[in-house]
């Protein structure tokens, strides 16, 4: 008998890219350690995150996110706009709104033009115990321009939660911003007790910014949806920016709109479905 194919879409979102598996019409073997070979981008399929689509009590659908390392995460910006292009294109729903179950809460992304998706992110988690961080222990946040010592480096952070930890330094030239040497060093931080994703950030306007992200459990990708969504609340709240910008992470544009204090965060952007295929199951999945 030949060996159990799984059937696959590869996606991207500003360049953050996807595995996406069908766990609505099929039986998935244990998803840790199938993340962890179908995302090696040597030995498998390669991507940032392995997205499983299933069926949900709570809303339309539920998103599981693994991590590279076979980690979930609560949530990802970038993969719900995929993720909705997916369940569209493969014939789950046609409805230009819909309700997605993740670990961070239902989540709703809708249709914004070809190839668009917007998402209503809900309201920024500010406060330090619910981010979940250190920083700022005591109060009610936001957690804004406070240090934070790494390896005997300070450095000025501002912590966000969009239902992930983020923690975000402004840089002056985020092209030039030791994103490999300390991201990895403050994701792991004691401050922040579930690790954090670290967005690095630099102010080029009132309306526009360039971010750099190491996301927690993956490394340097060339997006972060969730992260872009905690730089401009923090953006805005330090009053660096208006409250729509353009953040330009390496990999594409997105746009974020934080109307009030007291709104929910809006994020548009593209998805894009890049090819689909078939890979072959191992003895160990």
């Given amino acids: 008998m030949p060996p159990r194919e799984l059937g696959f879409t590869k996606m991207h979102g500003a360049g953050n890219d996807f595995v996406v598996l069908d766990g609505i019409?099929?039986?998935?073997?244990?998803?840790?350690p199938l993340a962890r070979r179908?995302?090696?981008?040597?030995?498998?399929?390669?991507?940032?995150?392995?997205?499983?689509?299933r069926p949900s009590a709570a809303a339309d659908f539920r998103m599981e996110i693994y991590n590279?390392?076979?980690s979930r995460a609560e949530m990802c910006a970038n993969g719900i706009r995929a993720f909705y292009l997916w369940l569209r294109d493969h014939g789950h729903t046609q409805r230009d709104?819909?309700?997605v179950e993740?670990?961070?809460?239902?989540?709703?992304?809708?249709?914004?033009?070809?190839?668009l998706v917007a998402v209503d992110m809900g309201l920024p988690?500010?406060?330090?115990?619910?981010?979940?961080?250190?920083?700022?222990?005591g109060s009610d946040g936001p957690v804004l321009d406070v240090p934070l010592e790494v390896d005997g480096e300070t450095f000025t952070v501002s912590s966000v939660s969009m239902g992930n930890p983020h923690c975000v330094l402004e840089v002056d030239d985020v092209d030039r911003a030791p994103v490999e040497r300390v991201g990895p060093r403050i994701e792991r931080h004691p401050a922040f007790p579930n690790r954090v994703n670290v967005e690095f950030v630099q102010v080029v306007a009132r309306d526009r910014v360039r971010q750099r992200t190491w996301e927690r459990g993956t490394g340097e990708t060339l997006a972060c949806g969730s992260g872009a969504c905690a730089v401009a609340v923090a953006s805005i709240l330090r009053g660096r920016t208006d409250r729509e910008l353009a953040v330009e992470l390496r990999g594409g544009t997105l746009r974020l709109a934080w109307p009030a204090d007291d709104a929910h965060v809006i994020m548009t952007g593209p998805a894009v479905e890049v090819f689909q295929g078939r890979i072959p199951l191992g003895e160990g999945d």
């Fill in 97 to 99: 709104e819909v309700g």
């Fill in 68 to 70: 590279p390392d076979g």
């Fill in 25 to 32: 019409g099929e039986e998935l073997p244990p998803l840790e």
């Fill in 38 to 53: 179908l995302l090696d981008r040597r030995f498998g399929i390669g991507g940032d995150q392995l997205l499983v689509a």
């Fill in 102 to 115: 993740t670990l961070a809460g239902v989540v709703r992304p809708r249709h914004a033009g070809p190839g």
């Fill in 125 to 137: 988690i500010l406060a330090p115990e619910k981010i979940p961080t250190r920083l700022g222990a």
